[in-house]
């Protein structure tokens, strides 16, 4: 019987289709181009092989191809009756994951995966900061993560993927020495692993690294075609290093080409939020804004994200509407929360309700409102999903907020508490900024 990288059996007797699938679940988890072609190579050698119809949809999900995922997915479940227990519960788990049931595609994974450990494509979609319990809203989500993956190591050894999202998990639970030589492992056993990548630039940034960080990511990022999963993302890392290094026109360059709408080829989500952060933060450094950028932003936001529920994305959006002054869409988009949080459909609780009406205030100067609507919800701020680095945007918006009213004791008190990061915080006017 044929089996995948995992040693786990597979229903198709084409060998063909199993090369095929392997290569496509490797290039899925590496964040790499092609892995769509390849799950078609194995569906073209075995139009009955469940598993690789399952795979293409998560591959045209993650790039945002929505309907094109779920009839890949309606493909596959055609195919359930007489499918072995575990692919049949594989393609249980990928139902509800298409079907947009995070919380119930969790429990789904973690009933699997007692049985049945090294299944990496169900694992994978749990993992990570935008994955199905990074996305939860839930608190503690960091916590889950990583209890998850500690219990489920013993079973894949020194497998490069594993410890690639293992050591994501570990850094953003602060257990940086850990994370380490995992993620080194894991890029010497797979150095064209974007999601290593994008990990190791975690690990400069939480260790202030800024100049390592900006000289690996250069040099990894030449071969990476702009149509990886990644691309965007890592380009936002660039971004801010090159800030942090007194670039500006490099780091606004490295915006427009690969970051902003119209240049970014990333999920639109991505494109989102690296590019209301990369803006934001660069005006909290004390870059002047440019208003066509954010109007463009703007636009984009309101056009990808038209309703609230994505509490990351909903976090983006609002500063966006913020910062071009546009109160209908922002008092819109609040409501809407407001109304699935009383109805017990907003995982995230008052948190992003809270930092929207946050940044309104910020915005128009009244930094004490600002002050007061952050404070409630900042040890919560895991909740509305995204790493450690990507939320030091709302600490660095009370860092400002705090100097601009004159709080110098809070603002003080919050950079002795701080968690790891840039060598200096990039706030202007705070001690150490350059």
Known sequence: ??????????????????????????????????????????????????????????????RGHIPTARQAMEAGNALLPGLPAREASHMAFYALVLAGQGDAAVAAAKVHLATWPRDAMVLSPCTSVFGLIGFSGRAGREREQVELLDGLATH????????????????????????????????????????GAHIRAHLYYEDGEQAAALAFLKDWMKPYPRAGQLHCHISWHIALCELEAGDAA???????????????????????????????????AGHPRDPARWRALHDFSRRMFPRGGIAFADTHAALADAVEGDGDALEARLRELET?????????????????????AFLRNDFRAAIAAIEPVLADHERIGGSRAQRDLVEFTLMKAYLADGRLDALRDMLAARHRGPAAVPVAGLPGHH
């Open 1 to 62: 019987m044929l089996t995948d990288r995992y040693g786990l059996a597979l229903s198709t007797a084409s060998t063909t289709a199993r090369d095929a699938y392997v290569e496509g679940c490797d290039l899925l988890l590496s964040a790499n181009v092609g892995a769509e072609d390849a799950f078609r190579t194995a569906i073209a050698a075995d139009p009955r092989f469940a598993l690789a119809h399952a795979a293409l949809a998560r591959g045209l999900q993650l």
């Open 156 to 195: 894949y050894g020194d497998d490069w993927w594993f410890n690639t999202q293992h050591a994501f998990a570990l850094l953003e639970s602060g257990q940086l020495a850990a994370a380490h030589p995992r993620i080194e492992s894991a890029m010497a056993q797979m150095p064209r692993n974007a999601h």
């Open 250 to 284: 490099e780091a606004f360059r490295v915006y427009a080409e690969d970051v902003a709408p119209g240049g970014s080829w990333g999920p639109a989500i991505n494109t989102l939020t690296d590019a209301v952060s990369f803006l934001w933060r660069a005006e909290l």
């Open 340 to 360: 699935m949080r009383q109805e017990g459909r907003l995982p995230s609780g008052p948190v992003v309700p809270g930092l929207a009406r946050a940044f309104a």
